[in-house]
């Protein structure tokens, strides 16, 4: 089992629609998690933490669940440049490390 | 500060050449972290650095990968008898504690 696992998608959705992404995640000790936007051949841009009281950003929503291991994201009213690939991102502490883990990531397509 | 700068951009080697990255984190920072990401993936964690000491390595990073930081600022990573199967972006980050990670755009490796 992948320690961070995603939808791949694509997700095709209009102008204007409501969209969310889910995320589970395998390690019950991990410490932060976040959602990182990644523009195509680009590198990967942090888009918000998660918290498990919830967090806003503008359009942008983050839950954690840590009951159930479950990260998600809603994007309200989509914009043609939110097409991107939005990338679930879990840090453990192992040791000394605290290296993120990426999950595969979940392609967004908005269209007119 | 213009943010983690990776050099070259792009790199084309013939199989079995070695090859070597340069990162240059934000200078206050003092973790690094080298990843690897291929297409229609996440990235892969390879290794991190605290300061000048290599803390952990990932077992994705074979015998013919080396990282160094030397100085506790820039670092270099180092394929040797490169395989196609080493095409992939090579991204670094750099980090001041937990948080806050900045990638660079990163080396983007193809074999040929």
């Known amino acids: 089992r992948k320690e961070v696992e995603q939808d791949p998608g694509p997700f095709n959705v209009p102008e204007g629609a409501t969209v969310a992404f889910n995320c589970t995640y395998s390690?019950?000790?991990?410490?932060?998690f976040f959602w990182y936007r990644q523009d195509c051949r680009k590198e990967p841009k942090l888009l918000m933490s998660?918290?498990?009281s919830g967090n806003e950003d503008g359009r942008f929503t983050a839950q954690l669940n840590r009951a159930s291991q479950y990260i998600s994201l809603l994007i309200r009213d989509s914009k043609l440049s939110d097409s991107a690939t939005y990338l679930c991102?879990?840090?453990?502490?192992?040791?000394?490390?605290?290296?993120?883990?990426f999950g595969t990531g979940t392609r967004l397509q908005v269209t007119l | 500060d213009t943010g983690v700068s990776q050099n070259p951009r792009h790199k084309i080697t013939k199989r079995g050449q070695n090859v070597t990255f340069r990162c240059d984190p934000i200078?206050?920072?003092?973790?690094l972290y080298w990843y690897r990401q291929t297409l229609g993936q996440g990235p892969e964690f390879l290794t991190y650095?605290?300061?000048?000491?290599?803390?952990?390595k990932s077992r994705l990073l074979s015998d013919r990968f080396s990282a160094e930081r030397p100085k506790g600022s820039f670092s270099t990573l180092e394929i040797q008898r490169t395989e196609q199967g080493d095409s992939a972006m090579y991204l670094c980050?750099?980090?001041?504690?937990?948080?806050?990670?900045?990638f660079g755009s990163g080396t983007r490796l193809t074999v040929v």
């Open positions: 980050a750099s980090s001041l504690v937990n948080y806050g990670y900045t």
């Open positions: 390690n019950s000790a991990s410490q932060s």
């Open positions: 998660v918290y498990s």
């Open positions: 991102v879990v840090v453990g502490n192992t040791g000394t490390a605290s290296k993120l883990t």
């Open positions: 200078s206050e920072h003092n973790r």
């Open positions: 650095f605290q300061n000048e000491a290599q803390l952990e």
